[in-house]
């Protein structure tokens, strides 16, 4: 699997802004679809956002949307998540993931936990009211 390792995380201000970053091992990051997702204590796993390869093409999660932005950098194997106007809501464990393994043929995928291959640890992020 890719090894994938989330930084960023902390406490912040309702209000205030965060940017995560994620990197990826290997020589082929281009290649892969990067997304993010978050767990809040007792809740399940949901989508945030993603971010295909080539096209570069983006999708977020409503929540979320308006207010975060992922971009990846390919030449540094990273991806990232700028978090503006944060609200305690956002409070949750966030995860970095990689899909690589097969090709997608539904317009949705990319919201499916399921369909990533590999995963990083994850990085508190909590916001105050």
């Known amino acids: 699997q890719v090894q994938l390792v989330e930084s960023g995380g902390g406490l912040v201000q309702a209000g205030g802004s965060l940017r995560l970053s994620c990197a990826a091992s290997?020589?082929?990051?281009?290649?892969?679809?990067m997304a993010w997702f978050r767990q809040a204590a007792g809740r399940e796993r949901e989508f945030v956002a993603a971010?295909?390869?080539?096209?570069?093409?983006?999708y977020y999660s409503d929540p979320v949307k308006g207010r975060f932005t992922i971009s990846r950098d390919n030449a540094k194997n990273t991806v990232y998540l700028q978090m503006n106007s944060l609200k305690p809501e956002d409070t949750a464990v966030y995860y970095c993931?990689?899909?690589?393994?097969?090709?997608?043929?539904?317009?949705?995928?990319?919201?499916?936990?399921?369909?990533?291959?590999?995963w990083g640890q994850g990085t508190q992020v909590t916001v105050s009211s």
């Open positions: 993931a990689a899909e690589y393994a097969t090709l997608r043929l539904d317009s949705t995928w990319y919201a499916r936990d399921k369909e990533y291959d590999s």
């Open positions: 290997g020589r082929t990051f281009s290649t892969y679809h």
């Open positions: 971010i295909m390869r080539n096209s570069g093409v983006t």
